[in-house]
């Protein structure tokens, strides 16, 4: 079974950064195309960005452009998402995904692993 791990959420301040990475392990992780999606309580889980398993393609949701970036280190089987200028709203649980198609969907449906996720909370 493939586990993903999250790690680098926090409590910080409207206007702050924070980097999120995801570790991969018992697959191979260069197969996989990958994904960071978020749900904030009582909200349905959003896409948020999403790589290609070479790293050359990557898409994201319209109200992060700019502000986040996905990036992966295949050698560290490593997926992360750096967060600039995080506002409030951005607060929610974040989750990484990997699908062994690489469809880059903003689909939930079309990942088979997520992690346990980990909490970004922005303070205004």
């Known amino acids: 079974q493939v586990l993903l791990v999250e790690s680098g959420g926090g409590l910080v301040q409207a206007g702050d950064s924070l980097r999120l990475a995801c570790v991969v392990s018992r697959g191979t992780f260069s197969t996989y195309g990958l994904a960071w999606f978020r749900q904030a309580p009582g909200k349905a889980r959003e896409f948020v960005a999403a790589?290609?398993?070479?790293?050359?393609?990557?898409s994201a949701r319209d109200i992060v452009k700019g502000r986040f970036t996905i990036s992966r280190d295949n050698a560290k089987d490593t997926v992360y998402l750096q967060m600039n200028s995080l506002k409030p709203e951005d607060t929610a649980v974040y989750y990484c995904?990997?699908?062994?198609?690489?469809?880059?969907?903003?689909?939930?449906?079309?990942?088979?692993?997520w992690g346990q996720g980990t909490q970004v909370t922005v303070s205004s």
């Open positions: 790589i290609s398993q070479s790293g050359g393609a990557t």
């Open positions: 995904a990997a699908d062994r198609y690489g469809s880059n969907s903003p689909n939930t449906r079309a990942y088979e692993y």
